[in-house]
């Protein structure tokens, strides 16, 4: 009977540990795991180990010249949502993790309140030993920079003192905004053979859009003899694979640097540098210091775009090598824990979509779609090739003003290829078809505007019952 009994109070715990390993929640001990497992999975812990024991990575939460307003209006880039239960930074942070990498600092700056909260949720206080796995460091003022930080050299130079703190021999600098899955254990292995000063993170393969952040030219070696920024190319991603030149490769914006190398390049050879990639990168080819490229052939989406984070979210609904793997087991995708009771449907008609946590889906059909977090979705409603964003608070049902149209999709309502931020007042009977098939519209004063065919409605709008948009 003792034995049953013990058995009967582990169960519980064990299946605890089971679901946070399996849905990427994150936990410390799991997080153990997980480093346990970034360390030995290469066969040799002892050696993948050592190249990230001394490794700082800095993540960025927002970057210059977006183009995902309104969806940016009141928050960072990093802190979209993305696949109904997650936020961009986590497949940043979660990168790391499955690497080994126990030391991120986050340099956040505008519309960072919900970023910041969700890191310091998610990750500061889950650490190895005394240490937290990530430290929000936000744009600040001191005696030596006023204002905010002009650009991501100018707020790694100023937080170098910050950054200095942790014994470290190489940074992993990252935007925090992009959608993929490295281990960055490789990429610090090509940096460490090369002796390297800095070593950046390229594409093998192009499309048209991914020429955005600049090419490097390499020679046989994989050294960097020349740096190109296309601001002037910015055009729409292709799935159309190309072929810039045989010894030209698109720029991930990702970038292994040696602590010396980036303390002499930023308070000495190029003190009044603001930006990493268009500054110090091209000043430390110049100044011969040695620059090698990892070549990188996996799923990698920038998310600058509308267009880009849409597509990202769709194809996450189909089970395809083209998209990012939410069920990759070895390499897992970690969030806040939430706690959230599961979704619940009621005759229900569902295909090809992601179902966030804590839902209320009555008789309605779903094709195609992520349906975020605590979506409230009525009667006869049809959702077609869509984002869902959810609710951050369930309704209280309290008499206010416009409550009779409550947060969530109201019966017979019908929504096909939009984006629907969070919070969404949505009436009966509304349609959001745009049949017109207009392709750019600002209508901010009503609730929503339309960019590249896709109908994007904002945070917190009202749409009165039986609107036609």
């Not at 309140?113 to 990750?123: D, E, G, P, Q, V």
């Not at 290829?417 to 969404?424: M, P, T």
Request: net charge neutral; hydrophobic share 40%; glycine share 8%.
């Amino acid at each position: 009977m003792t034995n049953i009994f013990h058995r009967l109070k582990v169960l519980p715990l064990i299946m605890m540990l089971w679901y946070s390993l399996i849905f990427g929640v994150l936990t410390c001990d799991t997080l153990e795991q997980a480093f346990n497992r970034a360390g030995g999975k290469a066969g040799n812990k002892s050696a993948e180990a050592a190249l990230t024991a001394n490794v700082a990575a800095i993540v960025f939460g927002d970057g210059s010249n977006s183009r995902l307003y309104p969806l940016t209006k009141r928050r960072s880039e990093a802190a979209l949502p993305i696949a109904g239960n997650y936020r961009l930074i986590d497949a940043v942070v979660s990168n790391c993790i499955n690497s080994n990498i126990k030391k991120i600092y986050a340099l956040t700056q505008f519309n960072s309140a919900s970023l910041n909260s969700h890191l310091s949720r998610a990750y500061s206080s889950a650490g190895i030993g005394h240490e937290a796995l990530v430290d929000v460091i936000a744009a600040y003022q001191g005696p030596e920079g006023k204002g905010w930080f002009q650009g991501t050299a100018d707020a790694i130079r100023r937080c170098l003192w910050v950054l200095e703190e942790y014994p470290i021999v190489d940074f992993l600098v990252l935007p925090g905004y992009h959608l993929y899955k490295m281990d960055f254990q490789e990429l610090l292995e090509v940096h460490c053979n090369n002796k390297a000063d800095i070593t950046v993170a390229v594409l093998s393969k192009t499309r048209n859009g991914d020429r955005e952040l600049g090419t490097f030219q390499l020679n046989s070696e994989n050294q960097v003899i020349a740096f190109k920024d296309n601001p002037e190319n910015r055009v729409q991603n292709s799935e159309k694979s190309i072929d810039i030149s045989h010894d030209k490769f698109a720029s991930m914006d990702i970038y292994v640097v040696n602590k010396d190398a980036m303390i002499k390049l930023l308070t000495e050879y190029h003190p009044m540098a603001n930006d990493f990639r268009r500054e110090v990168v091209p000043g430390a080819i110049s100044l011969g210091m040695n620059v090698y490229a990892h070549k990188f052939s996996g799923y990698w989406e920038d998310m600058r775009s509308i267009e880009a984070y849409y597509q990202a979210n769709m194809e996450s609904t189909k089970n395809t090598k083209k998209a990012y793997s939410l069920y990759d087991k070895d390499s897992p995708l970690y969030t806040l824990p939430r706690h959230l009771p599961p979704t619940q449907i009621t005759d229900a008609a569902i295909t090809d979509s992601v179902i966030g946590d804590g839902c209320f889906l009555n008789r309605c059909k779903i094709r195609g779609t992520v349906v975020g977090m605590r979506t409230r979705v009525g009667d006869g409603v049809i959702i077609e090739d869509s984002v869902i964003m959810g609710s951050d608070t369930y309704q209280s049902g309290r008499a206010e003003e416009d409550v009779h149209i409550p947060i969530g999709i109201g019966e017979g309502s019908q929504i096909r290829k939009a984006i629907i931020d969070k919070n969404v007042r949505i009436g009966k009977n509304v349609k959001i078809l745009n049949k017109e098939n207009i392709q750019e519209c600002n209508n901010e004063a009503k609730g929503y505007i339309i960019i590249g065919g896709i109908v994007v409605i904002l945070k917190g709008a009202i749409i009165p019952d039986g609107s036609i948009l």
